[in-house]
């Protein structure tokens, strides 16, 4: 069945360096991808999204990268800061299709300082 | 405060009771949704609304669960006849129907539920 799937549950840096989270999807339909921040006792935050028409999109600090071919994006956070301590979801959707999004387990991003 | 509220943000109640919550989401947002999270997990879909017509429900929604959204702006969410496995964070989340190509959902801080 359709499901997103992260390849690391925790990941941890240090504060200034560059952070990447991995995820990957199984269902090749999906053609909108969302990234999500979630600190502890608040609701998911849009941070970037990606249609499928598109490999690469940039925000102020994040990229999200694309790979159709092996069904894998990721989101590249610079100069990682301790505000972005949070568990990060990626999250499809096929747009025109169901209106949920599938959401991955998430991973827990820690930066020290 | 302009985003999605949630109300109550913590509910603890009695195995067998029912409970009730509330979503109102951003002024004009046609869509609304309602996710269910445990700890650990990402949020699981139940049931989406377009104006006042719930359109789509999941499997997980049981005959315990019911949501209304009567006039098309807040929504309220039941479950009756809680149980333990009832727990989790109930969160609701809202969109213009006409997006910027997307499908961007933007999510109130959730309420928590414990069942005793």
């Known amino acids: 069945g359709e499901s997103v799937g992260l390849h690391l549950p925790t990941l941890s840096v240090q504060e200034g360096d560059n952070s990447i989270i991995n995820c990957a999807y199984s269902n090749s339909a999906s053609d909108y991808f969302i990234w999500y921040k979630q600190e502890s006792g608040k609701g998911p935050q849009f941070i970037i999204d990606?249609?499928?028409?598109?490999d690469k999109r940039q925000g102020q600090r994040v990229t999200v990268l694309l790979n159709k071919t092996v069904k894998h994006l990721s989101l590249q956070i610079a100069a990682t800061q301790p505000g972005d301590s949070a568990v990060y979801f990626c999250a499809e959707n096929v747009l025109g299709g169901s209106e949920k999004l599938v959401f991955g387990k998430g991973t827990k991003l820690t930066v020290n300082p | 405060d302009t985003g999605v509220s949630q109300d109550p943000r913590h509910k603890i109640t009695k195995r067998g009771q029912n409970v009730t919550f509330r979503c109102d989401p951003i002024?004009?947002?046609?869509?609304l949704y309602w996710y269910r999270q445990t700890l650990g997990q990402g949020p699981e879909f139940l049931t989406y609304f377009q104006n006042e017509a719930q359109l789509e429900k999941s499997r997980l929604l049981s005959d315990r669960f019911s949501a209304e959204r009567p006039k098309g702006s807040f929504s309220t969410l039941e479950i009756q006849r809680t149980e333990q496995g009832d727990s989790a964070m109930y969160l609701c989340?809202?969109?213009?129907?006409w997006g910027a190509g997307g499908n961007i959902q933007y999510f109130g801080a959730g309420t928590r539920l414990s069942v005793l």
């Open positions: 989340a809202s969109s213009p129907l």
């Open positions: 990606i249609r499928s028409n598109m």
């Open positions: 002024s004009e947002h046609n869509r």
